[in-house]
């Protein structure tokens, strides 16, 4: 058995017209499972067989209910059809429910299948002649139009072999489901098994499975093991898409689980309560859809109640197409580019169907028009321009590997590889682990925030720079990581530079004009004085005629150029008063083995209030350090008389 070739057969057609019997003969299967179905010999739920092909492809099978009143139980399978076999009997012709059945296979777009006429046995070759030509004019404009018809009869077996190599031939030409993908299974039976627990059937959908892998089952959220996986009753260690397995499950009870729930990789989707869809009305469908209406929803194998909005119009004729926002009662599970069918709420017929288009949306306006504009790119399913589309149109946000799959459905190494093509391209630019952002929103991102640092530069040109609050607060819809992420990206390309948690462009050097430049000058005259006693930052405020938030910008410039030394957040010093002072303690300690604040306070004829910042100053800039009650040279060994640049040996 080929991991990357399994597919799954369904019947259709109406009841008693002998998809049944049909099935039976193929695999040597009875598909009605149910005591009532035998008694009654009619096919009331899903039933399951599983046939080897002549090529050695062994097919799981789905036969479904025929009758009118059981079509709900047909919806739950036919979801997992790949090839479909519509079931006609000879006697009875085309019926109501080869109707509905073909239309509702149709909408699902099942891609291939084969029509096989019944009960040749019971009617003359003219009447199959008959009932041939009708099915070629009803399946014209259908996915059958091409197929083959197939006669068949149950009793003798004629066209058995017909059948069975056509499947063969057509079914091999189909696209294998994706198995290097996240898993995904929706179930349509949960049983007990005295002895072995909680057992679920399905369909894997996409993915693989293995024993003893942990599970989510959604739209609950339960988290559950694989203990033991069956393919056609027999046991495995691994499962792939296109195989109808059997998988007995620990950590949940039965009555917490329902057909219609969905096994999936863990946190790979969660429960939603809307999505956004294309939706079509059969050109059957005997009345239109008016906006708001009530409907029964079908997708995978579950059953749910939703309300529709269209989005572009108050009313959907038969055989017109539209966008619209569907509305849950109860949370449920979907996935994009799925396809449904919805009924009238009282079930009576089916109105149409349609393609999941986002899973995971917004409450929408009616009438946006950049809304409808957006669903028609989801809608074509190429995931590089509706990843392109997605990100321009949803630009503050940073994408994972995981959100990408949800737009695009790409999955597994396929999405690997469409990574590395996308930012090869330079279309998509990786900003952190896994997180991800469109180039031409980095690139306008970067734009913006350039263009606001050289405005606040180009107001204050005296500012040493702007703090990162300052600008995210002009950006406020991005989040911090991503702004983040972004300054470091500008950080790297040389376009931003950072010192002191002050950003500013790259080429921009702060300069004082006007006012400012009068000020610095003010301020240059009050602390050239030579001696150590300047005055503290409020004593200058004081004493200067100009406002105070100007004074502090100013000396915030000549403290970032050097001109000025801070000591502590009240004392400045000039920068030549400081290199005297050095000198002379530097002097004094490699004559002295050390100096005390007592004894550089003589020195500088200053006071304590300035010469411990001062001494604690030449401590934080590695030039003396404290030892005991004294402070030494950092360095030992030599020190450099700046005013001689002779050495001075202290050893």
Request: proline share 4%; glycine share 6%; hydrophobic share 35%.
């Amino acid at each position: 058995m080929r991991e990357n070739n399994n597919y799954i057969i369904g019947t259709a057609g109406h009841v008693d017209h002998g998809k049944s019997s049909l099935i039976k003969i193929m695999t040597g299967i009875d598909p009605d499972r149910l005591p009532q179905e035998k008694a009654r010999k009619l096919t009331l739920d899903l039933g399951f067989a599983h046939v080897n092909l002549p090529s050695g492809i062994e097919c799981g099978i789905i036969d479904v209910p025929g009758h009118e009143k059981y079509l709900k139980n047909m919806l739950s399978g036919v979801g997992g059809y790949d090839f479909a076999l519509l079931v006609v009997d000879a006697g009875e012709g085309i019926k109501e429910q080869t109707r509905e059945h073909l239309d509702i296979m149709q909408l699902l777009e099942i891609k291939d299948g084969i029509t096989v006429i019944t009960k040749i046995d019971r009617v003359d070759p003219e009447t199959v002649d008959q009932v041939e030509s009708e099915l070629i004019d009803f399946l014209k404009d259908s996915f059958l139009c091409d197929s083959p018809i197939v006669r068949f009869s149950a009793p003798t077996g004629e066209g058995l072999d017909t059948l069975l190599d056509t499947i063969d031939q057509r079914i091999n030409l189909l696209e294998p489901r994706p198995i290097r993908a996240s898993l995904r299974l929706p179930i349509d039976r949960v049983f007990l098994m005295p002895g072995v627990g909680v057992v679920v059937t399905g369909t894997i959908h996409q993915g693989q499975i293995r024993e003893n892998r942990k599970i989510e089952i959604l739209p609950a959220g339960l988290k559950a093991k694989v203990r033991q996986i069956q393919v056609h009753n027999v046991e495995v260690k691994k499962a792939y898409a296109g195989q109808r397995v059997a998988l007995n499950i620990a950590g949940v009870e039965k009555a917490d689980i329902e057909r219609g729930d969905w096994i999936i990789t863990p946190r790979t989707a969660r429960a939603t309560g809307r999505m956004d869809v294309s939706i079509t009305l059969l050109k059957s469908a005997p009345q239109p859809l008016k906006n708001d209406s009530e409907v029964r929803l079908y997708n995978g194998t579950a059953e749910i109640f939703a309300q529709v909005y269209l989005l572009d119009r108050d009313v959907l004729e038969p055989g017109e197409k539209t966008y619209a926002q569907v509305s849950f009662q109860e949370s449920a599970t979907v996935f994009a580019q799925d396809k449904f069918i919805i009924r009238t709420p009282s079930s009576l017929y089916t109105w149409g169907g349609g393609k999941i288009i986002e899973p995971y949306p917004g409450k929408h306006r009616r009438f946006d028009k950049r809304v409808i504009e957006l669903l028609k790119v989801k809608e074509s399913g190429d995931s590089e321009i509706l990843l392109d589309e997605i990100m321009q149109n949803e630009p503050y946000i940073l994408h994972s590997k995981e959100s990408i799959a949800g737009i695009t459905t790409i999955r597994g190494d396929e999405m690997i590889d469409f990574l590395r093509k996308m930012e090869d391209s330079g279309k998509l630019i990786s900003m952190t682990a896994d997180k991800y952002l469109h180039s031409k929103l980095l690139e306008r991102f970067e734009d913006q925030i350039s263009g606001i640092l050289e405005s606040l530069e180009e107001i204050e040109p005296y500012r040493l720079g702007t703090k990162f609050e300052e600008i995210k607060k002009n950006m406020p819809k991005m989040e911090d990581r991503m702004f983040r992420e972004i300054m470091i990206d500008m950080k790297n390309k040389n376009k931003i530079k950072e010192k002191d948690a002050l950003l500013s462009s790259f080429d921009f050097t702060p300069h004082l004009t006007g006012r400012h430049e009068e000020c610095r000058q003010e301020i240059l005259r009050i602390y050239k004085s030579p001696d150590f006693t300047p005055p503290t930052i409020d004593e200058l405020k004081l004493s200067l005629d100009y406002e105070g938030k100007m004074i502090g910008s100013v000396l915030d410039y000549m403290i970032f150029t050097g001109e000025l030394i801070a000591l502590d957040e009240k004392i400045i010093i000039f920068r030549e008063n400081i290199d005297r002072a050095r000198i002379i303690i530097g002097n004094y300690i490699v004559k002295n083995d050390g100096i005390t604040p007592g004894e550089a306070r003589n020195l500088l004829k200053s006071t304590r209030k300035y010469i411990i910042p001062l001494l604690e100053y030449f401590d934080r800039v590695y030039f003396t350090k404290r030892k005991q009650n004294k402070r030494i040279l950092f360095r030992t060994n030599v020190y450099v008389d700046p005013e001689t640049e002779d050495e001075k040996s202290q050893l």
